[in-house]
């Protein structure tokens, strides 16, 4: 963890902040890719694939992954030890089939973390969303916590449908979001950037949320492992010490090391790392995706670029389909005209 100080004098000096800020960028852009595997590392991975597929814990097809990346943040995350990357697969994969009682897969054809109907009801409370790329071609995942009101939120959605909208937002970043990433950025993108704002953030919403971030931080590591490059905490407030406090022993060693807890100066650290034109308004950029629903409901970058192209394509089909079955019933006169619909 880094500390930058705003201009009250709570942390270090800022100039100190974008100092450290660089090396930890260094650090978080660690390339996750075979050819960056040591000899014994790759003969390491050789070993938990065959393991792992011969001991069918994981099957040709998964949604969790079965590509060399995949695995590979399994072994990161145990440090290569065999025994403890298959338990933590293992565990994984257990959880992916009982989550929400039938499993991620159906949860999530279910849920669309992107277009649900109290998707607007609980950003007023905890918005949560990815929005573009940085620099490095990163997803940037963005949340802010200064208008957290779960008692008032849980009047219009139950605890039990936010904790799903939770759910499919994480796995929708391995899911769809790290690989439009990569396809659009030419290469391997494995990890994102999360920037959290804690403007208005104050220690009575933290005893609210304090279950649901910890079971939040819980499933991130366990489940999803290594797909968080840089966490950046803006507008800390003073009491933010003492909910450090709390919150660190949550946290794996190498997670707490890509922690930046800023103070109301973020705005070059940001633009350091992320496009003017990448970065909400809100947080010192230009974008607004106007028409879009703004930032935080448009669900802007390469992965929603995917999505409307699939919606495009469905929607073409289904207009030829549409054609056929009605020049049939023109010809059978009195055959009711039916549309099927594609539920790819």
Not at 151 to 166: G, N, Q
Not at 246 to 274: C, F, H, M, Q
Request: hydrophobic residues 35%.
């Amino acid at each position: 963890m880094r500390r930058c100080e705003d201009d009250s004098g709570a942390f270090l000096w800022y100039t100190t902040c974008l100092r450290v800020y660089t090396s930890s960028v260094a650090y978080s852009g660690h390339t996750m890719t075979v050819m960056s595997l040591t000899p014994e590392e790759k003969e390491t991975l050789e070993v938990f694939r065959k393991q792992v597929f011969d001991e069918e814990i994981i099957r040709e097809g998964d949604s969790v992954g079965t590509d060399d990346a995949t695995l590979l943040r399994f072994l990161r995350a145990r440090k290569f030890n065999l025994t403890e990357s298959k338990k933590m697969l293992q565990n994984c994969q257990q959880w992916r089939k009982t989550v929400g009682g039938d499993g991620i897969d159906a949860l999530y054809a279910r849920l669309d973390p992107y277009d649900y109907p109290e998707r607007e009801e609980i950003f007023k409370s905890w918005s949560m969303y990815f929005h573009k790329n940085d620099k490095k071609g990163r997803p940037v995942n963005i949340q802010f916590f200064g208008g957290l009101n779960l008692p008032k939120l849980y009047k219009h959605v139950t605890p039990e449908r936010h904790w799903e909208a939770i759910v499919v937002n994480a796995d929708s970043l391995t899911r769809e979001v790290l690989p439009a990433a990569s396809r659009a950025a030419g290469k391997h993108i494995h990890q994102s950037i999360v920037i959290v704002d804690l403007k208005g953030f104050g220690l009575s919403q933290f005893w609210q949320v304090k279950s649901l971030a910890q079971a939040s931080f819980q499933i991130s590591q366990d489940y999803f492992p290594e797909t968080m490059g840089q966490l950046l905490i803006i507008n800390a407030p003073s009491s933010f010490t003492f909910i450090w406090g709390i919150i660190k022993p949550w946290l794996a060693k190498e997670t707490v090391e890509k922690v930046d807890i800023l103070g109301s100066n973020y705005r070059e650290v940001l633009l350091d790392v992320i496009d003017a034109e990448n970065l909400p308004e809100i947080l010192g950029g230009t974008c607004t995706c106007k028409g879009e629903g703004g930032c935080d409901l448009s669900g802007a970058g390469p992965w929603m670029v995917e999505r409307n192209e699939r919606k495009r394509n469905e929607s073409t089909e289904d207009s030829g389909s549409g054609e056929k079955t009605e020049d049939v019933a023109v010809i059978e006169h009195n055959s009711p005209i039916t549309h099927p619909i594609d539920d790819k």
